[in-house]
């Protein structure tokens, strides 16, 4: 992935942030209906990332590691976010594909 494309993704990230359609956390994914998509950090442990396979109702992207995708946020680490909106979802797929 190119950096633009990296950046693009980055503030996509944020926006829904602050516009409430992103959850984070393994046990918040039990929580929601449907099907969403995923971005889970490259660093996540093996057994988490099987029990989210196993889930089999996600589409899943791998982006930075759990350090990184915490400091877009504000927070410590991030292992799993949940995009809650199709649009922004797709957007940022878009971006991820490259």
Do not use: C, P, W
Not at 23 to 44: C, M, S
Not at 48 to 77: R, V
Request: charged share 30%; aromatic share 12%.
């Amino acid at each position: 992935m190119d950096l633009e494309a990296e950046k693009k993704v980055v503030s996509l990230l944020q926006f829904a942030y602050k516009s409430g359609k992103l959850r984070f956390g393994y046990e918040n994914l039990h929580k929601l209906k449907g099907r969403y998509f995923l971005i889970l950090a490259k660093d996540l442990s093996g057994n988490t990332k099987k029990n989210i396979l196993k889930l089999n109702k996600f589409e899943i992207y791998f982006f930075k590691n759990k350090q990184e995708l915490g400091k877009i946020f504000g927070k410590n680490n991030v292992g799993v976010i949940a995009v809650l909106e199709d649009n922004l979802g797709r957007e940022i797929k878009r971006f991820l594909k490259g």
